[in-house]
Each structure stands twice: as C-alpha cells, then as structure tokens.
C-alpha cells in the first residue's frame, strides 16, 4: 500500500520515488557487495565505484568542462561561506549580492576574513526582488563576485548569471542545481548543499576551477578547510558523507534516464506555471514574489490573513499535501517544487486549493 504524502518541503526535501525503492533495495546488499553503502569502507572497491560514478553523472549532466574539480565534502553549504573567503583570497577583497537571508549570511561570514562589500541589495523589501546590477556596480580588484542563484526562503530567482566586468563568480545553488542547464565556465565556483535537489542532508557539492586550488592560503586556514587539501585526495582525505554520495548517484541516474537537464526544466516549468496561474487568478491566495524574479523551485504565497494561512495549513496536511507551511522569518505558505516533485502532485494541490477557496471565500 502506497501511503506516500506529497512533500513540498523546502528541505531536506523531496527524493525521486525511484530512487527510493532502488535503494530500499540495495539496503542490504549493494551490487552484489553483501553490504550495506552505510557498512562499506570508503576506500573499497565498492564505494569508489560509487563516488567515481556519482562524479562521472554530474559532469556529464552538467557538462562540466574538464579545468574544474568536482568535490564532494561535508559541512552544508554554510560551512562554505567560510572556505570560499579562506581559498579564494588574493587582493582581499570580495563583493556580494545580498538576496535573501543565506546571501546575508555568506557575507556575515566572510567579513572575518576578508574585506567584503554589499553592492547590491533587495533587503529594503523582504528581498522580494533581484536588485539590478551593472559591471561598472563591481570592484575590479575583488578577488571575486557571490551571489545565490535561487533564494529558498523568498521565492526569487536570477535569471542568468549577472554580468560582473569578468571577475570570478562563485554562486550558490543549493535549492536550484539540476533544475535546469548552467553553463559552468562562466562560474569560478559553484557550490550546493545536496538535501533540496541532489539527495538527502550531508553532502555539499563543490564545483571549482583548478586554477583556484592553491597551496599558498593563509596559513590559519584549517587542513579540513582547504579545497586542494580534498582535490588532491579525491574528496576522500577523510571518510566522506559515503550514504548521501550514493544516493546523489542514483538521483543523477534518473535525472540522466529523464532527458538531462534540458527537460528537467520543461518539466519545472510546467509544474511552476501549473501553481502559478492559479494563484495570479486567485481570490483568495497570491503570490508574494512579481512574475520577473519568480523561482522554480519555491514558490510563496499567502490569504492575507494568518488564521486562514494557519487553516489551510492544517487542512492541507491532512489531506496528504505537507511542509507547506513558509518559512518562520516571513510565515504565510511556501510549496517546493523540486525536480522529485510529480506533475499530478502539483495539479493536485492546486485542485485542493481551488477547493478550499470555494469553501471560504
């Protein structure tokens, strides 16, 4: 019996049910290993197998070209507001676009250890927009350019890289990798938490250009903290989140056996416009976010009232449609629509929205 919910949690979020029952599968016994991938050493046959496998997928599916490493390491995607700032310093200087609270964040962060400048901001209003921005806006001695490309908690998304005169770009894409194409050369580095869009919690992604693995970083910065230190070792310098890499693998498979990530955003979408055009004809729901800077990936919205949020809320769960509930720091609804998340999931939902519309208007 099939008692599956329709998860639109933001993260950890919704896993590929294929994937799901593959591993379910293998839980015992992976590949004929007799072993569980949580059993295995990471330095047996069995796991490289699966590391190299996971890492041979996410070069093929994100055409990776061949002057970047891929890293697979641990800390979340917070650990690496730090490490960017530590590896990537030179003149000492950073800029960054501020669109939501992780962009907040990554440049609380980095301020400890290098000179870092807001040059743009959509603080002003609950960053419900992306701040435009000009190559001129950007210091040419700064040893890089952040911004986060999808902003989990606001629903706002850039469309394109913004242009930054040539210096380094390092990009957040945590809720929004394999979402749709990305063309990484245009990128000196790109990281992503795992749990919203790759897999489950425990694994970062690191995608960075080999000229940027140096030896020559401040000595203060931790063994564990420096990229060439897990480049040189093949993300294996200690053992590596072994479980979430193996299922990052099997998620890769299926986004390959899906048509690549050219489909993966017909699919998106469909599925965002599905919700979408519900909520722009809505009497009773809107959306938060102005069709130009509209994500994907999370969509917000809101009654205008917070005990009919808090109602729909409760009604939804019990119906099967959970973690909709937004974010604490600015409440209302908020449904993820990741790559695992169904098409008849989100028809579905907007079906029980346009029901419980009718019932209370």
Not at 121 to 146: L, M
Not at 318 to 337: D, I
């Amino acid at each position: 019996m099939n008692n599956r919910v329709y998860n639109f949690s933001a993260g950890p979020g919704v896993i590929f049910e294929d994937v799901l029952k593959k591993a379910a599968d293998e839980m015992m016994n992976q590949n004929g290993s007799g072993m569980s991938v949580m059993e295995m050493s990471h330095r047996s046959k069995w796991f490289e197998d699966i590391i190299n496998g996971a890492e041979a997928l996410l070069r093929e599916v994100m055409a990776i070209p061949d002057n970047y490493k891929v890293l697979f390491l641990q800390g979340g995607a917070s650990s690496q507001f730090a490490m960017i700032p530590m590896n990537l310093k030179k003149n000492g200087k950073a800029d960054y676009i501020q669109t939501g609270v992780w962009a907040k964040k990554s440049y609380q962060e980095a301020k400890k250890f290098i000179d870092c400048r807001v040059v743009a901001s959509s603080e002003d209003k609950t960053y419900t927009y992306i701040p435009e921005t000009k190559p001129e806006d950007f210091n040419k001695d700064a040893d890089y350019v952040h911004f986060c490309y999808n902003n989990t908690i606001y629903g706002t998304k850039f469309n394109g890289e913004p242009d930054v005169g040539g210096i380094d770009l390092v990009c957040d894409m945590s809720s929004c990798i394999l979402s749709e194409p990305v063309d990484v050369s245009k990128y000196a580095l790109i990281y992503a938490g795992a749990q919203k869009n790759m897999g489950p919690a425990g694994l970062t992604v690191v995608i960075i250009r080999e000229d940027l693995i140096r030896e020559d970083v401040e000595p203060y910065v931790p063994v564990m903290f420096r990229y060439k230190t897990h480049a040189d070792n093949g993300s294996m310098y200690n053992t590596p989140p072994t479980y979430a890499i193996y299922i990052c693998k099997l998620v890769l498979e299926k986004v390959k056996e899906l048509g690549g990530l050219e489909a993966m955003k017909k699919i998106n979408e469909q599925k965002a416009a599905m919700l979408y055009d519900f909520l722009d004809s809505s009497k009773l729901f809107r959306p938060t976010v102005s069709a130009p800077y509209r994500s994907l990936m999370n969509i917000p919205f809101v009654t205008g009232d917070k005990e009919l949020d808090a109602k729909f809320i409760k009604e939804a769960t019990e119906a099967g449609f959970v973690n909709l509930k937004g974010h604490r720091s600015v409440g209302g609804m908020r449904a993820s629509l990741y790559n695992a998340m169904p098409v008849e999931g989100v028809a579905a939902l907007v079906g029980f929205m346009k029901d419980f519309e009718r019932k209370n208007a």
